[in-house]
């Protein structure tokens, strides 16, 4: 950022930037500390009542019966009996069987478990083993049968009561004995929300084993201890409990996971609700398990990500927690946000890039978007990383993490537009009209008027604009190709004739290939010998009279080989519908194609456009392979070296499309055009080489077309959203996706509008109102957008789409019947978010299900703006009473 020019403001610039740095780098810093900050609480004690234990490990699982060795059972009960003199098991399965015989080694005594299903034959096989393994131990000190079967509805009591007594039966020694299950199946009055059907089951055990899990409640970490002992006690009061012994058979918390109602999980809440818990259970001598000893990876697939998280270690045997001193939510976070900084001054260094003429409010600006974005992404990254994920969670975390950033890259280029548009000091390649218009420069210009089934009075009107031009040495060459109706040609024809002067021809061509630009080579062909600038406008285009006296002498630079005026619209008044498609457009022409001009990368366009003889023959002329032979000749131009000059000042105005669909065909030609150039010029774009494209030119075409692929890739969102809100409302188990993956598509959605506000306001001059139209008329194009550059994707040609003017409007059905597809896309999105409100009721509180249901519905917006503009389009002109005024900026 060195203005060369001017060392004083140099320096002033350079002290700027490393202040702004300085601050945000600090306020970075300042804010990962605050919301990390250590907490105190009570130290994990020496010795616990007991540990639940599973030992499998990452890639083993019961239910592929791949079970851990014995060398690893004992290498966990080493571990744990530093921790506690109690286990719990769940199984007596395969190796499982020989988990007392090992612990018995480690001192530890075991409250041996049976898994029960409803599987009658397995649980038998189960109840013998277990029999046979308790006969022979003698660190055995309760028996569980079963484990949350009534919860699962997989065995009633009485089921329970049965398996009970026959493992009593078979047992040598008197050993308490009991079923875990979720505390409230305890509750056995004749009361709404409890369970009389299990009395029997209450009356026949020996202790109650109940299961407190109060992060399934839904409540906040802070009300943990409050749940529990309300629940303990509740139990304690129930009448036929009096004499019968309350074991706790786990009580836990996530370290990962889905937010559930209040109740979020991470590695430090999990931390502080055992910490907190052990005071608790001490002061009321709570005789408990902690759930549980490991985490086990391999309960993902029965119980989702919430139920591989809850072990004191984690799969590698490690504590995932400080077991004394202070807690923190990241315990890494001085790592991360020395990553945050490095990458948001990395970001910023690269937005000034050539940004010596922004004012201190753009490199502000600049900055803190850099600084705010990187911060968002690195703290995604740390929470989206799994080390259970499956592969095909991986590939899903892998896209969403490309999608993120991808989101981040086009957000980066609308804050760079932003600030180069409203925050500069001056434009650095500023064109006006030419002073000098009574110069002897006057070279002779050919203008071109491509015309196809075009309303033969509009092309007259046309002609006679043109005639009316302050400028002598130009010819005018109407070249109508391929139109099939006799009666729309001739009359121009003959209205060409009766003007009896050689400088307007008319040709009438059939057949011709090449799409427009088919036409304008065969003008090029047929063009006077002695004119030096092409001209170019459509047949709708009424210009003013000084265009080619104010324009054509920005060709005495030997340069430039473009001179591109704005395109503009006469009729931006007659409707409602055309008010907002002009509102639209004038952001491109007077936001868009200002900053580009800057770095000499317009976009050129087919109508208000010249350009240089010498320079697009020795092109070869307008490209004939694509359908929009102006942008691609524009880039060519750029390719080989040469300047385009763009006049912001409006010298021509044309017809706006009449109906949406219109609208719509014309920004799918053009957003489909753009994927032909850039797959064309993919080499050159992305890589450079042989090339005379500067970084500022490559980098204007790649990142303005940016927000149409990320339109494309919005489809496949589109549909990936449905199918999981379809997977959610029919599945308890399918979780919405992390709430982190809804920051970036929000932050940009909302920041997009901020700055079509802003800067429509600065740079356009609209007001509120107008510039919402112009929201909503953009917003309705999205998905034909999205389509298009899929089909610009997989295809390599369609057919031209001629955007019709003076047409009659459709009816309201007619117009609803044109967007069928995006009221159908718009019905499913409503029905989806509808439909998961309904189906999570209990969780609706829950943050990350609340992210979806907005996301959801912000995704239906665009499809319904369109169907808004649809019917928008088919209502009645303005009377001559109520006609708005068009916003007339930078107009002759």
Request: proline share 5%; net charge neutral; glycine share 6%.
């Amino acid at each position: 950022m060195v203005d060369t020019a001017n060392p004083t403001r140099s320096f002033t610039n350079i002290f700027h930037v490393i202040f702004v740095l300085f601050s945000l780098s600090a306020i970075t810093l300042g804010m990962w500390g605050l919301l990390n900050r250590p907490e105190e609480v009570a130290p994990f004690p020496k010795e616990v009542s007991g540990f639940a234990y599973s030992p499998y490990r990452n890639g083993q699982s019961p239910i592929d019966k791949n079970y851990p060795s014995a060398e690893q059972i004992d290498e966990d009960l080493a571990l744990l009996s530093q921790h506690t003199r109690h286990i719990r098991t769940y199984s007596v399965a395969g190796i499982l069987g020989d988990i007392p015989a090992i612990a018995a080694k480690h001192n530890l005594k075991v409250t041996i478990g049976a898994w029960m299903t409803d599987n009658r034959e397995e649980n038998m096989v189960e109840l013998k083993r277990l029999i046979e393994i308790v006969n022979r131990s003698t660190n055995i000190e309760r028996i569980i049968v079963g484990n949350e079967t009534l919860l699962r509805e997989e065995l009633t009591g009485d089921d329970l009561v049965a398996y009970i007594n026959y493992v009593r039966e078979g047992v040598n020694r008197k050993i308490p004995t009991s079923t875990a299950d979720s505390w409230d199946f305890w509750l056995t009055e004749d009361k709404p929300g409890e369970h009389p059907e299990n009395k029997a089951l209450g009356a026949s055990v020996d202790f109650i084993g109940a299961h407190l899990l109060p992060y399934w409640l839904g409540k906040g970490i802070d009300y943990a201890n409050d749940d529990i002992a309300a629940s303990y006690n509740k139990l304690k009061e129930q009448p036929q409990y009096k004499n019968k012994p309350i074991l706790i058979a786990e009580v836990g918390w996530p370290s990962r996971g889905r937010e559930k109602g209040q109740a979020q999980a991470s590695d430090a809440l999990e931390g502080k609700f055992l910490r907190n818990f052990f005071p608790l259970a001490q002061k009321n001598h709570y005789d408990f398990f902690i759930m549980e000893a490991f985490d086990q990876p391999w309960k993902m697939k029965q119980e989702g990500a919430v139920g591989a998280y809850w072990g004191v270690f984690n799969a590698d045997r490690q504590p995932k927690f400080a077991l004394k001193g202070p807690l923190q939510p990241i315990p890494e976070w001085r790592t991360l946000v020395a990553i945050t900084i490095a990458l948001g001054i990395l970001t910023f260094l690269m937005f000034l890039v050539d940004a010596q003429h922004m004012r201190r409010r753009a490199v502000s600006f600049l900055a803190a978007v850099a600084f705010i974005t990187t911060s968002t992404l690195v703290y995604m990254a740390y929470q989206i990383l799994d080390p259970y994920a499956s592969t095909g969670t991986i590939i899903l975390g892998i896209i969403l993490s490309l999608s993120a950033i991808g989101v981040a890259t086009v957000l980066f280029v609308e804050a760079h537009e932003w600030a180069e548009a409203v925050w500069v000091m001056r434009r650095k390649r500023p064109f006006g009209p030419a002073e000098d218009i009574d110069s002897s420069y006057r070279p002779k210009v050919s203008i071109h008027v491509p015309c196809y089934n075009e309303p033969p009075d509009m092309v007259i009107e046309t002609i006679n604009a043109l005639r009316n031009l302050r400028y002598a040495n130009y010819e005018v060459l109407i070249i109508d190709n391929n139109t099939k109706d006799e009666t729309v040609w001739r009359p121009v024809e003959e209205y060409c004739a009766q003007l009896n002067d050689p400088r307007y021809r008319f040709f009438h061509v059939a057949p011709l290939e090449g799409f427009k630009g088919g036409a304008l080579n065969f003008a090029l062909r047929n063009t006077a010998a002695d004119a030096d600038v092409i001209a170019v406008i459509d047949s709708d285009y009424q210009v003013h009279t000084d265009w080619l006296s104010a324009l054509v002498p920005h060709f005495q630079n030997p340069n430039i080989a473009i001179v591109q005026a704005p395109q503009d619209y006469r009729d931006g008044g007659e409707t409602l519908f055309k008010k907002m498609c002009y509102a639209e457009y004038q952001g491109f022409f007077h936001i868009g194609m200002v900053t580009r001009n800057d770095r000499n990368a317009i976009i050129q366009h087919g109508t208000m456009t010249m350009v240089r003889r010498t320079t697009l023959e020795s092109l070869g002329g307008w490209g004939e392979d694509t359908i929009t032979e102006d942008a691609e000749l524009g880039l060519r131009v750029f390719h080989a070296g040469y300047e385009a000059a763009y006049i912001e000042q409006s010298y021509g105005k044309g017809l706006i499309p009449d109906n949406f669909i219109d609208y719509r065909k014309q920004r799918f030609r053009w957003a489909y055009g753009a994927v032909q150039i850039m797959r064309k010029y993919a080499r050159p774009l992305f890589l450079g080489g042989e090339t005379r494209l500067t970084l500022g030119q490559r980098y204007h075409f790649v990142a303005g077309w940016l927000p149409w692929v990320a339109d494309g890739m919005n489809l496949f969102f589109t549909f990936g959203a449905l199918m999981w809100s379809a997977g959610m409302i029919l599945s308890k188990h399918i979780d919405p996706p992390l709430a982190v993956y809804a920051i970036p598509p929000l932050a940009l959605f909302f920041f997009k509008l901020m700055k079509l506000y802003y800067v429509y306001r600065k740079r356009v001059g609209t007001d509120q109102i107008t510039t919402m139209q112009a929201a909503l008329a953009g917003l309705a194009l999205s998905y034909v957008i999205s389509k298009a550059m899929l089909y610009g994707i997989f295809t390599s040609k369609i057919p031209f789409l001629r955007t019709p003017k003076m047409k009659d409007r459709e009816s309201v059905w007619f117009a609803l019947l044109l967007v069928s597809e995006e009221t159908i896309l718009t019905l499913l999105l409503w029905g989806a978010a509808i439909g998961i409100a309904l189906t999570r009721q209990d969780n609706l509180t829950a943050s990350d299900l609340r992210l979806w249901l907005i996301t959801i519905t912000i995704q239906s917006l665009p499809y319904f703006a369109a169907v808004i503009m649809s019917v928008i389009s088919s209502a009645k002109p303005f009377t001559a009473e109520t006609t708005p005024a068009t916003t007339a900026s930078n107009s002759h």
